[in-house]
């Protein structure tokens, strides 16, 4: 039996930048993942995900975006390619709004570097962007987007080059703790280890027992289309944005990017329950209307031929919150899953948190608010 000082179960952005760290740390580590690596039938594919550091969600998040912005330069640096592009986010929005009120909260909060747009400011500096009158918006510079495939792929590269093993198209079958060590058995073998971290994403609920908490996964869309006048929307021209809508949750979307079909945008809202085990990744003309209302309603200079579209999965805690932690009553196993769609940002320091856990039981990064004590 092939011993090892962590498995981690799930390499997507999660579990591969938690084997980077393990690795960098020296630690015997093996990543099992059940798909490709990368893959596109989860939650971290579509060329680009934003990052922001004046987070609406909450402002708890913002001391580990900090480590966040110097991990993703670290893994640019060790892999001498560009994943980070630290290009400003816009958010757009009613003043007592959720993005708006929640962005000027946490950076007033933390110091954060922003700049206030009333109507008028907006509709001169960005004009791509059609909103109601009693719209302002917020423009930070520190926020942009990171390439996530691109990203995925530096994470394994360098853990393999630290020593660490992976697998693809592995799943694991089932699992075992006991005072000895944990146990993992796959349809290629057998493997023991000191601590497991469970990375599963939508498939965490079937492969984590005792979690004691449901995560709810459903589908999400992403567009691409060719706006009418594409010289607005280039990677000079737009930062990354975000809408208020209407019915809840945003729209949001990037500049256009070489490599990228066209103008990519979504709407960031409650999605449709989705069995992840279905074979398929489903999108119909239907789907289309998440992210066309957006375009007709505020920026019409971009309501163009459809390009492409591609479905992605929430795994959604009770909060929306992100769950990280060990879990009770086993100690030799971690567990990080709920990313509730606003994730992937955070995946360069939730490897290192993680890491944290495993392998001393704690961790000084300010994750603790995040942990299963909250749900009682």
Known sequence: MTSYDAIVIGVGAMGASACWELARRGKRVLGLEQFDIPHSRGSSHGFSRMIRMAYYEHPDYVPLLRRAFERWYQLESASGQ??????????????????????????????????????????????????????????????????????????????LKHGAEIHGHEPVIDWSTDDRGATVRTHRGTYHAEQLIFCGGAWSERLIRHLGVPLNVTRQTLGWVWPKRPELFGLDTLPAWAIERPAGGIWYGFPMMPDSPGFKLAAHSPGEPFDPSRPDRPVSAEDETSFRECLQRHIRAADGPLLSMRMCMYTNSPDEHFIIDRLPNHPRVTVACGFSGHGFKFASVVGEVLADLAMDGMTALPAEFLGLKRFG
């Open 82 to 159: 560009k994943l980070f592009y630290e290009i400003g986010g816009l958010y757009m929005g009613r003043t007592d709004g959720n993005i708006v009120n929640g962005s000027l909260r946490a950076a007033r909060e933390h110091g954060l570097s922003h700049e206030w747009l009333d109507h008028g400011s907006l509709r001169r500096r960005y004009p791509q962007f059609e909103l109601p009158a009693d719209y302002v918006g917020i423009f930070e510079n520190r926020a942009g987007f990171l390439l996530p495939e691109r990203a995925i792929a530096a994470f394994v590269i360098e853990a």
